[in-house]
C-alpha cells in the first residue's frame, strides 16, 4: 500500500516556522520547569516509599485510593499485583511534606511509610480484631521473637525467623491452623493464638528511597541521556560527516527538552520508567532520521547538479510514507497502552505518545535544515557545489 506515490512537499520551506516553534516550546517549558517546578520527583528520585501489601480478602483499588486522599496520601500510584484477586497491591508514594526540625529526612520517610500503613489497614477493617492482641501478620521477625521468647526463649530467634518466611511465602495468615504448616510445632501455634491476632493486612516488602540515593540515580540518568547522545554523535559522524553527526544530536536534544516540556505541563511524576520512555525515544528518532540522510546519500550520486536543498526536499519525500507507517504503527500501539495499559504505565505510554509524534516532527522538519545551516556557516564554497 502507497499512501504517498509522489508527494512534492517543500518540507525545507518551512524550516523557520519549525525552528520558531520549537524555540517556543522549549522556551515556554523550561520556564515551567524552573520558574513553577513543573517536573515532579517520583520515590525513585526524590524518595518515599515502596510497599507491597496483602489483605486478607478482596479489597477494591478504589477503596484504598479513597482512605490515603482522606489521610492527604493521595499522590501515591497503587498497583495490583500477585495473582489479581484483589488482595495484593503494590503502593509506591514520594515523600509528600519535609522533615520536621532535628528530624533526619530517612526517618521522614520511614514515618510517611507507617502512616500508608496504618491507612492501608483501615481499608479492610481494624488491624487486630481481639483487643488486647498484638496483630501477627503485622509482626516483623524480631517483635515475633520477643513474644516467643517469653515461652521459647532458647528457639525464639529461629521460630520467628520460620514464621515470618512462611507468611511472606504464603502472604497471610487467614488462620492459625496455617501457621503450623512453617513447621513450629502445636504448642507454638496454640501459644500465638493465645496472645496474637489476625489482621486483616500484613507487609510483604518495604523499601525506602533516601534523597541521597534519589539524588544519585537522577544524576546517573542524566548521564545516560547524554553518553547516549554522544554514541550516537561519534556513530553517524562516522558513518556519513560531522554535520549529519550535529544534525542529528541536536534533532535528538530537541526531542528530549519539546517531550519533557510538554510532560511538565501535565503535572505527572518523572521517574525511572519516564527515563527509559526518553532513550527509547531517542533511539526510534535516530533511526528515522538514519532513513533519511542515508536517501540523501544516495540522491547526492543521482541528483549531482541539484542543489543540497532540493536533494534533502526529495529525500524527505521520497521516505515520508515509510515514516508514517512505521511511525503510525508505534502510535497505534502506545494509544492503546495509553486508554487500557492501567494507572502504572500511563506516565510511560503519555511520555513516549508525546515522543513519538516529536520524534516525526523533528526528523521531518529539523534534521536536514540543520545540516544546511551547518554547511552555510562553515562549508559555503562546498555548499554552493552542491
Known sequence: ?????????????YKWFALGLTVLIVGAGLVNIIA??????????????????????ATEIGEIRRILQDQGLGNAVIQETGEKDGREYQVRTAQAVAAAAGEQEMDAHEKLADQVIEALRTAAGPAAPTPGTSDLNAMDAKTLASLLAVAYPERAEDLAQKI????????????????????VGDDVV?????RTSLGSLTV?????????????????????????????LVYIALRFKLAYGVAAIFTLFQDV????????????????????????????????????????????????????????NA????????????????????LALYFFGGEVINDF??????????????????????????????????????
Open 204 to 232: 510483604l516488602s518495604r523499601e525506602t528511597v533516601g534523597p541521597q540515593v534519589g539524588k544519585d540515580l537522577r544524576g546517573k540518568a542524566i548521564q545516560a541521556t547524554i553518553w547516549a547522545l554522544l554514541g550516537m
Open 315 to 334: 529525500s524527505l519525500n521520497q521516505t515520508l510514507g515509510r515514516t508514517i507507517i512505521t511511525s503510525g504503527t508505534l502510535l497505534l500501539t502506545l
Open 257 to 312: 527538552l519539546i517531550t519533557m516540556s510538554i510532560y511538565s505541563f501535565t503535572n505527572r511524576e518523572v521517574n525511572l520508567p519516564i527515563i527509559a520512555g526518553i532513550l527509547t525515544i531517542v533511539g526510534f528518532s535516530i533511526n528515522d532520521t538514519i532513513v533519511i540522510f542515508d536517501r540523501v546519500r544516495e540522491n547526492q550520486k543521482i541528483m549531482r547538479r541539484e542543489p543540497l536543498e532540493a536533494v534533502m
Open 1 to 13: 500500500m502507497q499512501f504517498f506515490k509522489t508527494p512534492r512537499i517543500p518540507f525545507l520551506k
Open 349 to 386: 505510554a503519555f511520555i513516549m505518545l508525546v515522543g513519538t509524534v516529536e520524534g516525526i516532527y523533528s526528523t521531518v522538519f529539523m534534521s536536514c535544515p540543520i545540516v544546511l545551516v551547518w554547511y552555510k556557516l562553515f562549508a559555503p564554497r562546498k555548499a554552493a557545489k552542491k
Open 190 to 194: 496454640r501459644y500465638l493464638a493465645s
Open 36 to 57: 513553577f517546578r513543573g517536573l515532579k520527583p517520583g520515590v525513585d528520585f526524590g524518595g518515599g516509599t515502596l510497599l507491597r501489601v496483602k489483605y486478607k480478602s
Open 164 to 183: 515470618i518466611a512462611f507468611r511472606n511465602q504464603t502472604g497471610i495468615f487467614a488462620d492459625f491452623d496455617e501457621i503450623a504448616a512453617a513447621g
